[in-house]
């Protein structure tokens, strides 16, 4: 039986490469010369460092530019609250990863009002969904794809 995932998920790699990239421009940039701005990546949580609050948003900016640049969605980042003190500024940029359960819950609310023939499953954080026809789950794609989430997809597994 046809089926595919609808996954929501980062290449790290990718990631790691922008980071390192953004890194390189604030060093080079000449209204960041002396500020000691960097970024620095643990996990899937980005940290900002730098002097303002201006200087941060600039930041964060280059940060959007090179990971649209290397192929991620800039919809999977979620800002912190930026913590300024007397000359340091710091912001925690997370990557979110997965599809949370009531996000998943919401898309097989909508596979299921589109009456398409399929069945949608959630399997952790991906969410399955099978079908008798191949056009059945090529239209459940593009009603995903229409849909207003807030988060990025990718559909993997197609298999007929």
Known sequence: MPSFD?????NHHELSNAVDQANREVTTRFDFKGTGSNFELAELVITMNTES??????????????????????????????VIQARSATQAVKVNEGIDTPTAKDMVKLIKQSKAKVQAAIQGEQLRVTGKKRDDLQAVIALLKNAKLEIPLQYKNFRD
């Open 6 to 10: 609808v996954v929501s998920e980062v």
């Open 53 to 82: 609050d201006f200087q941060l948003q600039q930041m964060y900016d280059i940060l959007c530019n090179k990971l649209v640049k290397r192929g991620i969605d800039i919809a999977c980042l979620e800002k912190d609250e930026a």
